[in-house]
């Protein structure tokens, strides 16, 4: 994967020469389809496939302090690696030749791990090398966006390694994939050229945490979540990520997210201990979360599903509002995902008409400049 000339993660043209045929690809790229199949267990219409819902934190206060929210994710991996069910962890973090970008590594032990913690907001393509760790034979957790854990579902289907070998697939809330520009867009804020930049932390080290830019000379710079987030890097997302029907990591075991405390009606980003809301969605994440919690790796709260759009109003509105903007798409003559099973429409009739128009017409004059019918 290349960074191409907007700062997004596309195949190279090698890489696509030697990749399966256009009906294989279709069949496993959550980018081209989503469909749910979760018939067998409770479904709510925005926030999917539910079995318990919790809000907590990692009982070790240096996860809980390193991780983005309350550091239940990394928590899971840490105890499945020293408890031996699994070999190794994939998961995202920082490039070390590229503070601002990210690589995809296999971690094997607790020191890679928190190494690896804190959200990264930018390009990362976790499933390219998979099959590198597949030929290895042994077992490993799969920590990725959403849109990932599709892909790989999907790939199961094909491929029967994955879930003898991938016994826990894991997620977290996304908002979108900014492009590289936005942390440039960061770094100009901040004041600090790229090449000064001996590292560079999207989130993590607090709740929600600093964005914080380290010179070679050891200085800082930093900025608030808010900030950083809210006025810069969301406002650089890809266009696929503001169509997509799954910001909630439907298709994985267990996923987290920030339990956001309110304040106004509206979440509240003061600094505090980290807390996370995490969402069981399997049997098999209900008995790995169980275990965490009679272990005393982990302290939860059961929390009511009417509670979580208090702490995640975002991505409430963004299903909801899914179909509007695929309308969008077919006024612009544009070639349409396919999603399956979602309770689109379902939410779309609940939502306010006019609401739903200006969700069209804003996605209609964002359009990229694509031909027609592409």
């Not at 899971?76 to 590594?105: C, M, R, W, Y």
């Not at 760790?133 to 491929?159: H, N, Q, S, W």
């Not at 759009?309 to 349409?336: C, I, S």
């Not at 309770?343 to 209609?364: H, V």
Request: glycine residues 8%; aromatic residues 8%; hydrophobic residues 40%.
């Amino acid at each position: 994967m290349k960074l191409n000339e907007r700062g997004f993660a596309r195949p190279s043209r090698p890489q696509v020469a030697q990749s399966a045929p256009q009906p294989e690809l279709e069949a496993i790229c959550s980018g081209y389809s989503v469909e749910q199949d979760a018939v067998d267990r409770p479904y709510d219409d925005v926030w999917g496939p539910i079995l318990d819902i919790w809000t907590g934190n990692s009982t070790d206060a240096e996860v809980r302090y390193r991780g983005s929210s309350g550091g239940v994710l990394s928590q899971i991996a840490i105890d499945l690696i020293e408890s031996k069910a699994v070999d190794f962890v994939v998961h995202t973090q920082a490039d070390p030749d590229e503070p601002l970008g990210n690589v995809t590594s296999p971690s094997f032990d607790r020191k890679g791990i928190l190494a690896g913690a804190g959200s990264r907001y930018a390009p990362s393509s976790p499933l390219a090398k998979l099959n590198v760790y597949l030929e290895t034979g042994k077992k490993f957790v799969f920590i990725g966006k959403p849109c990932d854990v599709v892909a790989l579902r999907r790939m199961a289907r094909i491929d029967p390694r994955i879930d003898l070998q991938v016994p826990y697939m894991l997620s977290f809330f996304c908002a979108g994939v900014p492009s590289r520009f936005g942390a440039l867009a960061v770094l100009k804020k901040l004041e600090v050229e790229a090449a000064e930049v001996s590292k560079f932390e999207f989130r993590g080290r607090g709740w929600p945490g600093l964005t914080r830019a380290t010179r070679f000379d050891g200085s800082e710079a930093t900025m608030d979540y808010n900030s950083s987030w809210g006025t810069v890097l969301s406002r650089n997302l890809q266009f696929r990520c503001k169509i997509c029907p799954d910001g909630t990591g439907e298709f994985a075991d267990i996923v987290c997210a920030d339990a956001w405390y309110g304040k106004d009606g509206y979440p509240d980003f003061a600094e505090r201990d980290g807390r996370s809301l995490v969402i069981v969605r399997t049997a098999r994440g209900q008995a790995l979360l169980a275990d965490l919690t009679h272990k005393g790796r982990v302290e939860l709260e059961p929390l009511r599903v009417g509670e979580i759009e208090l702490m995640q109003p975002y991505q409430r509105d963004r299903k909801r509002a899914v179909l509007a903007r695929l309308g969008a798409l077919v006024a612009g003559r544009r070639k349409l995902p396919n999603y399956r099973n979602l309770r689109l429409s379902a939410l779309t009739w609940r939502s306010n008409p006019l609401w739903l128009l200006k969700n069209a017409l804003g996605t209609f004059r964002r359009l990229p400049s694509t031909p027609p019918g592409s």
